[in-house]
């Protein structure tokens, strides 16, 4: 039969073998996945027709419609398409616009010794790179460029990485 004291030194074991093993969980490398996250970023990519003095901004467009106007004033904007992923460095994200063109963005270093996330962001039109470059750019911020088009219309590309 066990007495109290017998009872109470198994219970402190049991609590100090406890606050051992939380202590080993936590101070323990992380799993995969964590280190994952460290070399990984959600890009996203998207494409906007600018016409000149229009007027019209699509509703979708609302959160970043200050930064357009800046960046064109006088002029309307159109989304045509979006496209989101996770990358880790090295993947490439595709996004298909319309009319023969193709933007894409390839995740280079998730985090670089500024805190800037790099992305290499290239615009082909049926297979003719139109634009490429290398933007590096804090977390949460988008990165625009643009082309003009032939009728005098811009396709403008935003990027951005969190």
Known sequence: MSTPDTLSRALRKAST????LLALAWFAPRPARAQFDV???QVTVFGVLATPKGTTIDPKLDPIK???EKLL????FKLLRVESKRLSTGQILDCELGSGFRASAQLIQAVDPDGKIQVHVKLQRMGTLQYQ???ATPPNQIFFCDKELPNGERLVIGVGAR
């Open 133 to 135: 470059g290398l933007m």
């Open 17 to 20: 073998l406890g606050l051992v």
């Open 66 to 68: 200050d930064q357009l």
């Open 73 to 76: 004033p006088k002029h309307g």
């Open 39 to 41: 070399l990984a970023r």
